[in-house]
């Protein structure tokens, strides 16, 4: 059970790659004309919940928790990029990112690349005083594929999955002084998948003429697959929530 948690481990760390560039892709508060901006960011955050997998013996559904300092130990690499076009009433939001995590020692070997594209679009359709309100749609693409081994649990299927979502959602944006904003962001996500609840909020500080800064705390709770499949071959669950925390920066013209 602790070489199936240590595998589990590996599948879970990526479970919010894109929340690199997540943040980052929060676009400027846009005047007459259109505004534009392409940034990325850095991420931390701690993971809890299920991953299943397919083995000889059937499929395997087992519970992982992992802090911040167990997620980190485990990413190789990882990049991302977002970017944003706003006017007055629209906002395109776009942002890609993918990560690759791997653990090894003398019984198991795993590698996990995941790859997640989001678009959408907001429109501010309310304000309220100084708040502003805009209604968020768009779509969401994730993909994972895994390459593993192991002397003690034999695998029947290297998961290669991939869905597409709709997305729709709300987001708030409260203009503090000149150069700072407090923005709030909810969103939901369903289609292939069993459903993805995101929340963020974040502090945006444009500190230069082009060149815009955040801090973001959010909230990423994703289903992908059934538990009630696990004797299917190509079985694979997921099932995890997601607290993180990030740092953010953006180039704006």
Do not use: C
């Amino acid at each position: 059970m602790n070489r199936m948690r240590k595998l589990g481990r590996v599948w879970l760390i990526v479970g919010t790659s894109l929340a690199i560039v997540s943040q980052a892709a929060l676009a400027a508060d846009a005047g007459e004309g259109w505004r534009f901006g392409i940034g990325t960011g850095l991420s931390s955050f701690s993971l809890d919940g299920e991953i299943g997998f397919p083995t000889v013996l059937g499929g395997v559904v087992v519970d992982v928790d992992l802090s911040n300092d167990d997620t980190s130990d485990l990413v190789q690499s990882g990049a991302g990029l977002a970017g944003f076009a706003a006017s007055e009433k629209w906002t395109i939001l776009a942002a890609f990112g993918k990560v690759t995590l791997e653990d090894e020692d003398s019984n198991l070997k795993a590698e996990w690349d995941k790859s997640q594209a989001e678009i959408t679009a907001v429109y501010n359709f309310a304000s309220l005083g100084s708040n502003n309100f805009g209604a968020q749609f768009g779509v969401r693409y994730t993909k994972h594929e895994w390459d593993f081994s192991s002397r003690v649990l034999t695998i029947t299927n290297s998961p290669d999955e991939d869905w597409t979502d709709a997305v729709i959602g709300v987001i708030h944006t409260l203009p503090l002084t000149d150069t700072w904003s407090w923005r709030n962001t909810a969103n939901y996500a369903f289609g292939d998948s069993e459903g993805t609840t995101f929340l963020q909020t974040a502090l945006l500080w444009q500190a230069f003429e082009h060149w815009r800064f955040s801090i973001d705390a959010r909230y990423l709770d994703t289903e992908f697959g059934d538990k009630d499949d696990r004797n299917d071959s190509d079985f694979y669950y997921y099932n995890v929530e997601e607290p993180a925390f990030g740092l953010s920066f953006m180039f704006t013209w």
